[in-house]
């Protein structure tokens, strides 16, 4: 505790040298005059690595205080205590190992570093003193010695080393700590297989027999209402007895799911892996995009330009992130609900290489200023969106044929949202693509007609697919309403192909076309509406099961911003709100709160449903709870000053007012948006590395695995013997 105590008061030293040169760094300056080529942005680029390197130590310090203290406790126990400790991480199988040795081997018996962190803060200060004279000399007529060139590249090459060697001493010692951990876990398995097979049998298995019980035991369901068959002498209830179409769909009971296949978890674990790198990648030129908006000079280089920028973010997470994290959950649905195996897994590996080809190159492209000119999420020229567009019919038909050779009758709702999504983009990709009714005004119609149906007909479509799945699974219930679902799913295809034109309200496109779609965004209102009841009452009864859960709370946010988020689109669609709100930032607020509020957060619920299941680990409750509350509280943040920004600025325009006055209105919105987009952007971190540890062996020693193996060694070598 006194260790732990000194290193908070370390750290917090650290902090407070830190602050002085920090501080006055950012007395000069003001968020549009933030540039990566000024002396304050090198300073406080080197403060950020000192705060790195300090950390890396401190955390350092830390795990191997941490350890010395478990090796101390491993060291003073004994058999018993060890037994005790060890209990209950047993398995029902690994008690039936146990006791099967005990019981064979009755049958054949056998014959006989504070103080050098506190040097390391002082160092730092002197430094720190140095930059903070430096900054603070600033307006002196001597240049400063951080802008000359030879000394810049002298601190980068100084810096390369340096930074390579903290790379290398965490691993290694990293490495040696788990080494370590994994000897004194192999230490407690033998010390605790050698007193299994010593001690006496009555003793060890009395406790096995009744831990085992306990870990079998399971309800019949029956407790409380009993065996009896239901009757009633005094006619006070109604027992319907015939099995003829109900007005309303029958309900499924849950079924207990099969272990999936290898080769199918890895090509589905390969699907999330990739959206989850796109995720990083988009997500991280969008925070970039961000801190632009409140430093417009940070940088100078035309392939970082905005212009650039934003169609790599969009197109990113679009068809990186969001189409693979789908398709790789759609893997695993598809053949689930059709109670078959996929009909070709190497169709679903040619699309992974053909998807992620498309994004590779389409990035590359637009960083090289090649697109395809003035078409918003179309940026992609079409060769590139061609690969993109051969995977998903790989897609469809490994699906369709999946759904062929279905065992069971009927076709459950889940892939029938999941086919139409699929069909829908192709359709979209090549009304889009194709250029012989994209003159003048029909360029603008189809834009619409691409970029709404690319939103709603294919992340949506698909998304809600793997909701109708994964959502009943996780609260094992049947969904509430399959007749809801169906509704929503009609209603859905009948309205949402009518609205791309709302986007063009006020504009040269027929008005009879531009109310169409304003009627069919009202429309909209019936699937959302459907669908939202229908998922809010399947939770009916089991609300008290989100607490427990790290899913539902995703589903749970998911489906309130599908309802909130779709409502405000159809909001949006009238003409006296239009007015106000098109070319604001409305619409960007918009997408977020749809595309990031419903997609994102449902296709995280499934993966963290999934994931656990395929590789057979979890990951850390407390990371798992900051991906969701930096998420959360990042897009409000993100989305709520920009909504209430851009209504001032689109009154400022219905007012008259100058172009340039609504800017400096937005600079504080601006603000948060990059404070809510930077929440955002960590809250990703964080899922990245639970994807990690959901994915990778960590490769350390299970003491009660490596227990049965010692048993088993010691009964194979009395045999030999």
Request: positive net charge; glycine residues 8%.
């Amino acid at each position: 505790m006194n260790r732990r105590k000194s290193a908070g008061i370390i750290f917090l030293t650290f902090v407070a040298f830190l602050a002085q040169p920090l501080s006055v760094c950012a007395q000069g300056m003001s968020p549009y005059t933030f540039s990566f080529h000024s002396k304050e942005a090198r300073l406080m680029v080197l403060y950020g690595l000192l705060l790195t390197l300090i950390l890396v130590v401190l955390v350092l310090s830390n795990k191997v205080n941490k350890m010395r203290a478990v090796n101390k406790k491993e060291r003073s126990k004994e058999g018993a205590q060890t037994f005790k400790e060890y209990f209950n991480d047993f398995s029902s199988e690994q008690i039936d190992a146990c006791l099967q040795y005990k019981q064979r081997k009755n049958k054949h018996p056998q014959s006989g570093s504070g103080a050098s962190s506190a040097l390391l803060v002082l160092g730092l200060t002197s430094i720190f003193t140095f930059f903070s004279n430096s900054v603070s000399a600033q307006g002196e007529a001597s240049p400063s010695l951080l802008n000359e060139p030879g000394i810049i590249i002298t601190i980068v090459l100084l810096l390369i080393p340096i930074i390579l060697g903290v790379i290398f001493l965490v691993t290694k010692v990293m490495y040696a700590l788990k080494q370590h951990r994994n000897k004194l876990n192999l230490e407690a398995a033998e010390k605790l297989a050698a007193y299994i097979s010593t001690q006496p049998e009555e003793e060890i298995e009395a406790a096995l027999k009744k831990r085992k019980a306990a870990l079998d035991y399971q309800l019949k369901n029956q407790e409380l209402a009993g065996s009896h068959k239901a009757e009633d002498e005094k006619g006070l209830l109604h027992i319907n007895v015939n099995k003829g179409l109900p007005i309303v769909a029958i309900k499924k009971k849950a079924v207990k799911r099969p272990n999936i296949d290898p080769a199918l978890s890895r090509l589905i674990l390969w699907y999330i892996g990739c959206a989850t790198f796109w995720l990083l990648f988009g997500t991280t030129v969008g925070e970039y995009i961000g801190i632009k908006f409140v430093a417009p000079d940070a940088d100078h280089v035309s392939w970082l330009s905005f212009g650039r920028l934003r169609p790599v973010h969009t197109n990113a997470v679009f068809w990186g992130w969001a189409s693979l994290g789908m398709l790789g959950l759609g893997y695993y649905v598809v053949p689930r609900v059709s109670n078959t195996a996929l009909a070709s897994l190497k169709k679903g590996w040619y699309t992974l290489y053909l998807i992620n080809a498309a994004v590779i190159l389409g990035t590359l492209c637009l960083l090289a200023g090649i697109n395809n000119g003035g078409g918003e999420y179309r940026e992609y020229i079409w060769p590139v969106m061609l690969l993109f567009g051969i995977g998903l019919a790989l897609t469809l038909v490994n699906f369709l044929q999946t759904i062929a050779r279905r065992t069971t009758k009927e076709i459950y709702i889940a892939n029938w949202y999941i086919v139409s999504a699929i069909i829908f983009a192709i359709v979209i990709a090549v009304v889009a693509y194709v250029p012989y009714w994209q003159d003048g005004l029909g360029e603008t119609i189809i834009q619409g007609y691409y970029m709404h149906q690319g939103v709603g007909m294919w992340f949506m479509l698909f998304t809600l697919g793997i909701v109708y799945y994964f959502l009943p699974q996780q609260l094992n219930k049947p969904i509430y309403s399959y007749s809801l679902g169906i509704l929503a799913f009609w209603t859905q295809i009948l309205f949402y192909t009518l609205i791309g034109t709302h986007h063009f309200v006020f504009s040269a496109i027929p008005w009879w076309l531009q109310t169409i779609a304003i009627v069919g965004s009202g429309g909209m209102a019936i699937p959302v509406i459907a669908g939202t009841t229908n998922f809010l009452m399947t939770f009916k009864g089991a609300w008290y099961k989100i607490k427990d859960s790290y899913t539902l709370p995703f589903f749970l946010v998911g489906i309130i911003f599908y309802f909130t988020g779709s409502m405000q689109g159809t909001a949006e669609a009238f003409r006296s709100t239009n007015l106000i709100w098109h070319f604001t930032d409305f619409t960007v607020a918009h997408s977020h709160l749809t595309m990031y509020g419903i997609i994102c957060f449902f296709l995280w619920a499934a993966i963290y449903a999934v994931v656990p299941r395929l590789t057979g680990k979890e990951a850390p409750q407390i990371t798992i709870g900051a991906h969701f509350w930096l998420a959360l509280i990042g897009m409000l943040f993100y989305t709520i000053p920009l909504m209430y920004g851009s209504t001032l600025k689109g009154l400022m325009w219905l007012a008259g007012k100058p172009f340039i006055d609504s800017v400096v209105m937005m600079a504080p919105y601006w603000l948060w948006r990059a404070i809510g987009g930077s929440l955002m952007w960590l809250s990703h971190l964080f899922f990245a590395y639970n994807m990690y540890r959901m994915l990778v062996n960590d490769g350390v020693v299970d003491v009660t695995e490596r227990t049965i193996r010692q048993l088993a060694e010691k009964e194979s070598g009395a045999q030999t013997i």
